[in-house]
């Protein structure tokens, strides 16, 4: 049964920064590829980063393109979501998230992604 889980979250000011953590079990981590979302209170989820099983190829949103950096460590089944200069905005609950198929071209679509984490929650002050 693969499992995600998130940690990393907490309240910062704005400007700071935080590094989110998901580490997965439950099959070949270094077979997938993995995506980071988030979910403010009312809104959609919406696509933040994902990166590719090889850690090759990544991509961002508009909003996190140059202040978030997505890495995985293949070794230690984890991806990680480096957040710099943060802003009240990015406040919500951050996801990541898992293709089902192995070797899967990264997607933005969260529908594109079968398993989840609980979510870790990022409160930017301003």
């Known amino acids: 049964q693969v499992q995600l889980v998130e940690s990393g979250g907490g309240l910062v000011q704005a400007g700071g920064s935080l590094r989110l953590s998901c580490t997965a079990s439950?099959?070949?981590?270094?077979?997938?590829?993995m995506g980071w979302f988030r979910q403010a209170p009312g809104k959609e989820r919406e696509f933040v980063a994902h990166?590719?099983?090889?850690?090759?190829?990544?991509n961002y949103s508009d909003s996190a393109k140059g202040r978030f950096t997505i890495s995985r460590d293949n070794a230690k089944n984890t991806v990680y979501l480096q957040m710099n200069s943060l802003k009240p905005e990015d406040t919500a609950v951050y996801y990541c998230?898992?293709?089902?198929?192995?070797?899967?071209?990264?997607?933005?679509?969260?529908?594109?992604?079968?398993?989840w984490g609980q979510g870790t929650q990022v409160t930017v002050s301003s």
């Open positions: 998230a898992q293709r089902g198929l192995p070797y899967s071209i990264p997607d933005s679509r969260p529908s594109s992604y079968r398993y």
């Open positions: 990166i590719s099983w090889t850690g090759n190829t990544t």
């Open positions: 439950g099959r070949t981590f270094s077979m997938y590829t």
